[in-house]
């Protein structure tokens, strides 16, 4: 009968043992968390005070970023959408600090490669927001220089403009997060390549005439010159 | 109308002879392929629930030259917002509705707000100003032509001749101004008859002959809430949000456009509406409110041409209007005796009485605050402080409707 009870204490004596080693670490990650969500949502409400006192969502209507989101169907106000975004950022943090103080081998290794991934993820979206503002910049001087020469598809080329600029940046950030760069690279240089090497074919046959008349007036000239030493 | 006679400095295309319907929409559905006409229609969900709107929609199913309708709804809930919808699925051309009340358009709001652009309150005048972005950001229309949502005696007629010197491209109009009587068993339209012809017959009187008077005395009806327009017009214009909406819009088109290139057309031999209360003893609501507005829009565009206002002008105006508006109610009578209407003289001369305290509080609130009266930006300067703004408001309008 001993035995039989022993049976059943001693797993149960280990659970509680296994439990007793493991409360402190939740106890630790839920800890973490709570502070995690308390920060994150001071974070917030900091970073809204300074993004409304900066007027960030008025140079967002302006630089286009609203636009952005708009065609994106999301409707929030920008710097409502800046503040969420660091809110669950800073969750995120505070959830995987949280995961890692449960000392979980496996859960570690997430953790570090999170955190490793993390300055990628923020040059990305650099990349994409500064190269979409960079974008519509140059899109609208070639559009201003294009209307007041005449040039009558000047919006076309802007916006032909405007979309290899934005290939460009969309290339730059995915090269940036590491997703599939050879693939990545090899597309944008054969799109690129390609378009370069299409304008160089058509200025080449549509100046055929031109370069024929161009050299025929050289070779025209050097005869002239000729002729004159000749004279002398 | 049953003369020919041409009125001041505008043309004047009359009714004549018996215009076939159906020979002005053929004309127009060809012409309409060169110039596509949008309709902008500002409406109330309570007017979903009218005499007038179930007509409108049954007429406008008929229609055929137009390439869109822009509806713009105010005062509705998400599901009166679709019951709406649902209301105009008859029609065939593309229509699209404009969801005041919704969260993308009061995004669009806070937007414009945000970024110092005032668009001022709810009503027509913000509707069709809304109404014109969403045409101009989709770029399908050339012409816009604009009217309400209350009209019961509707017919697809008025449009047709609305829009027709506009679309017509032989004829080089800009802006074509509806004109009907509105007489049922006696004679209505008090602002237009009592108000506004004497005031401004009055103004002239004081000082002297004036381009823009000139140009308001021209219109038969300057208060007609019916209008069509090139697109784009209404890149240009600034409009009033407030009651002075038809004024201001005149005094937009006066600035911009050569009066030449401006008309006024019969679109119909009666034509019946929700009529407003004089609310003579409350000058915020009814047609005191209406007057005092009109009233403002009109000194503001005079002192905005060189004209320069006191307090002893405004002393010798309202005597010259009181003059000139009991004169009319005299030519009113005449005109309501010979053709067999009722005709209530006390209660017209309460209503030039009326206006009268009107004018006078509409002096008193522009010498206080000469640059007070309401104009909503252009959408040219809408567009060059907000360069994305026709976008966010077409995706805004299209997902609404999707």
Redesign the interface.
């Known amino acids: 009968m001993d035995d039989f009870l022993q049976l059943i204490l001693e797993p149960m004596k280990e659970v509680f043992s296994k439990f007793k080693e493991f409360t402190p670490n939740i106890l630790a990650a839920m800890t973490i968390l709570l502070v995690g969500i308390l920060v994150a949502r001071i974070m917030k409400a900091v970073l809204l005070r300074f993004l409304r006192a900066i ?1 960030f ?2 140079w967002s ?2 630089m ?1 970023l ?2 952005v989101m ?2 994106g ?1 999301l ?1 929030a ?1 920008p710097s409502i959408a800046v503040g969420s975004i660091v809110f669950w950022l800073l969750l995120i943090v505070s959830l995987l600090t949280g995961l890692s103080a449960l000392k979980i081998h496996a859960i570690d290794n997430l953790v570090a490669l999170f955190f490793l991934y993390l300055p990628r993820a923020f040059s990305a979206v650099l990349i994409l927001v500064f190269g979409y503002i960079i974008a519509g910049f140059i899109g ?1 001087a070639v559009l201003i220089r294009a209307v007041n020469s005449g040039y009558h598809y000047a919006k076309l080329l802007a916006e032909a403009v405007r979309l290899l600029l934005t290939v460009l940046i969309l290339a730059m950030a995915l090269e940036q997060l590491r997703v599939a760069p050879g693939i990545v690279v090899a597309a944008f240089s054969i799109i690129f390549g390609g378009i370069v090497l299409a304008l160089a074919v058509s200025f080449g046959v549509g100046g055929i005439d031109a370069a024929r008349r161009m050299i025929e007036k050289k070779e025209e000239e050097r005869g002239e010159d000729k002729k004159d030493i000749e004279h002398i | 109308m049953g003369d020919f006679y041409q009125t001041g400095v505008i043309t004047t295309l009359h009714s004549l002879g018996k215009p076939s319907l159906e020979r002005l929409e053929t004309e127009l559905r060809q012409f309409s392929s060169v110039r596509p006409v949008a309709l902008v229609l500002p409406a109330l969900y309570s007017e979903f629930e009218g005499p007038a709107m179930p007509k409108i929609v049954e007429e406008l199913a008929k229609v055929k030259y137009l390439k869109e309708i822009v509806l713009v709804l105010d005062k509705a809930s998400e599901k009166e917002f679709r019951k709406a919808k649902e209301f105009m699925s008859p029609i065939t051309c593309d229509v699209k509705i404009v969801h005041n009340d919704g ?2 358009i009061g ?1 669009i709001y ?2 414009l707000t ?2 110092g652009l005032d668009v001022g309150q709810r009503g027509k005048g913000r509707s069709a100003w809304l109404a014109y972005g969403y045409v101009i950001g989709r770029g399908q229309s050339d012409v816009i032509a604009l009217h309400d949502c209350d009209i019961v005696t509707y017919s697809r007629e008025m449009l047709a001749r609305l829009c027709y010197p506009i679309v017509n491209p032989n004829l080089d109009y800009v802006f074509c101004k509806g004109f009907y009587s509105r007489v049922t068993d006696r004679l209505h339209g008090r602002v237009t008859r009592l108000m506004m012809t004497p005031l401004v017959r009055s103004v002239q009187q004081l000082i002297g002959p004036h381009r823009f008077l000139l140009f308001l005395d021209s219109f038969r009806y300057p208060l007609a809430g019916e209008f069509c327009m090139i697109t784009d017009m209404a890149r240009v214009n600034r409009i009033p949000w407030d009651w002075g909406l038809e004024v201001g819009s005149l005094a937009e088109v006066y600035r911009n456009y050569s009066p030449r290139r401006v008309c006024q057309v019969d679109i119909a031999m009666t034509y019946e509406h929700k009529h407003q209360a004089l609310s003579a003893e409350d000058p915020d609501k009814g047609l005191m409110k209406m007057t005092i507005d009109i009233c403002k829009s009109i000194f503001r565009t005079l002192a905005s041409e060189g004209t320069t206002f006191s307090d002893g002008f405004f002393k010798s105006l309202a005597v010259t209007y009181l003059r000139n508006a009991e004169d009319t109610i005299t030519k009113y009578e005449a005109d309501a005796a010979i053709n067999g209407l009722v005709f209530d003289r006390h209660e017209e001369a309460k209503a030039v009485e009326a206006f009268t305290r009107g004018i006078g509080m509409a002096a008193q609130a522009f010498m206080e605050n000469p640059m007070g009266t309401p104009l909503i930006p252009n959408w040219s300067r809408v567009t060059s ?5 026709l ?2 408001l077409k ?2 309008v299209d ?1 609404d409707n999707k």
């Open positions: 007027k969502d008025s209507d302006r286009g609203t636009v708009r065609k169907d409707w106000k609208r | 969260k993308r995004e806070d937007t945000r970024n402080a907000i360069p994305g703004i976008d966010m995706k805004a997902e």
